[in-house]
């Protein structure tokens, strides 16, 4: 029986999103299978692979059916924090965690809520996808929330359609953000990225939209008013609950979403808990 033949689907939500099953990732893949699994990215934008047993040379083997893998090992201080530029050596096996060393944080972005944002959209070139996978989990809280932009699009009325169709945005990230107001947008240090707002989903051919609460900070060249108010807007048309599923995560939980199609945030938690996650992000050519 073909490898990609034992592969079921089963929906997370009526929104986004599938659990994977008859999928084990510590094994090779076959070309069947990878062309399986790219098919259902790009229709259900995240999947969720189940009680997983891999180390990080996996996940980048993983990673890489969707694309060129961020293999790079970054070090301690990398995850911690990492330059504004766009260097190969800095895109690689991340830690999403709040575990420390000699009271030191061996991770990203450790504890607390997160704002939806669309990974790399601060850069030139933003991440395709990103895989995560769950060591540690808290007992309470930490849920990465997904936000369909798809779904949101389709659900604009046509005239708000025609309006932003066209638009570019400028978005700005401090990379020790967790929430809007924490990133300096006056900082030029600071890594940030010109992008439509309305893109084409290459694979799909769906429309959504490109924007995030955490990133974007106006639409370029429309006055400053108008654009907080216009943004302000679709903030909260694209966080409607109707477009967004919140996974409660499982140790050993191996997630990829789509950044092209999805954005995601995180619930809060408490920073007595333990979260340790391993990040692996997939870069367009």
């Known amino acids: 029986m073909p490898d990609a033949a034992k592969i079921e689907f089963e929906p997370l939500s009526p929104v986004l999103g599938a659990r994977v099953h008859g999928v084990d990732l510590a094994r090779p893949d076959s070309p069947e299978r990878a062309e399986t699994l790219r098919a259902a990215l790009a229709k ?16 980048i083997r993983f990673a890489r059916i969707f694309g060129r893998a961020d293999s790079e090992f970054l070090g301690k201080a990398e995850n911690v924090e990492y330059p504004a530029d766009d260097g190969p050596a800095k895109r690689g096996v991340l830690y999403i965690s709040n575990l420390k060393e000699n009271g030191v944080n061996i991770g990203a972005l450790p504890d607390g809520e997160l704002h939806f944002h669309s990974d790399g959209a601060h850069r030139k070139s933003p991440y395709r996808c990103t895989s995560l996978y769950a060591i540690e989990i ?17 659900a604009l009325p046509d005239a708000m359609k025609r309006r932003v169709e066209g ?3 400028n978005n700005v990230y401090d990379t020790r953000a967790h929430l809007r107001e924490q990133t300096d947008e006056t900082d030029d240090s600071l890594s940030n990225a010109r992008h439509p707002l309305v893109r084409v989903h290459p694979d799909s051919g769906r429309k959504s939209l490109f924007l995030s609460r955490l990133m974007t900070r106006n639409v370029a060249g429309m ?3 108008e654009s907080d108010a216009l ?3 679709l903030f909260e048309h694209v966080e409607k609950r109707e477009f967004v599923y919140a996974h409660p995560w499982k140790v050993a939980d191996l997630l990829i979403w789509d950044n092209r199609s999805v954005n995601h945030a995180r619930n809060y938690f408490p920073p007595t808990e333990r979260r340790h996650m391993r990040r692996v992000t997939v870069s367009e050519p």
Do not use: H
Request: aromatic share 10%; glycine share 4%; proline share 7%.
């Open 44 to 59: 259900y934008c995240v999947l969720c692979f189940p009680a997983q047993t891999i180390d990080n040379d996996d996940q």
């Open 138 to 154: 808290p007992s309470v809280g930490g849920e990465t929330k997904f936000a369909n932009m798809q779904m949101a699009w389709d």
């Open 167 to 169: 638009l570019v945005v």
């Open 223 to 225: 006055p400053r008013a």
């Open 231 to 233: 943004l302000d807007e």
